[in-house]
């Protein structure tokens, strides 16, 4: 599907659209039904995300712990689908990048790099 980074220039799809056909991609799911017992939530949460149009940070971290999948390629479209670290056969340094610095002067990348630095940590 969308394993390869979208080319040079292509603006990102962060409108909701987009983030909700991709989180539908990554989950492997063609129904709302199917999407609520992939991310284990309930059908109303489905409903209730679709009604304010905005995907769920939850949802964000259950597909990159149950499936790797990169919580900025479902944000933006931009980016590798899948997330990997520094120690897993293959991966660059720069694919798995870590912050030391406060929260409040980060970019959301940062932290959402951090988040997965710190979930795959504690998983493997």
Not at 49 to 59: F, G, L, Q, T
């Amino acid at each position: 599907m969308s394993e390869t980074p979208a080319p040079y220039g292509f603006p990102p799809q962060r409108d909701f659209a987009s983030q909700y056909r991709r989180v539908f991609e990554a989950a492997a799911c063609r129904t709302r039904a199917e999407l609520a017992v992939a991310l284990g939530i309930r059908l109303s949460a489905v409903s209730d995300a679709e009604r304010r149009k905005a995907v769920p940070s939850d949802w964000l971290i259950t597909l990159f712990e149950k499936k790797r999948i990169n919580p900025e390629w479902v944000r933006t479209g931009l980016g590798g689908r899948m997330a990997w670290t520094t120690d897993e056969t293959g991966v660059s340094p720069a694919s798995a990048a870590v912050t030391s610095r406060p929260a409040t002067e980060c970019t959301t990348e940062d932290l959402l790099a951090e988040i997965m630095r710190r979930a795959l940590k504690s998983v493997g």
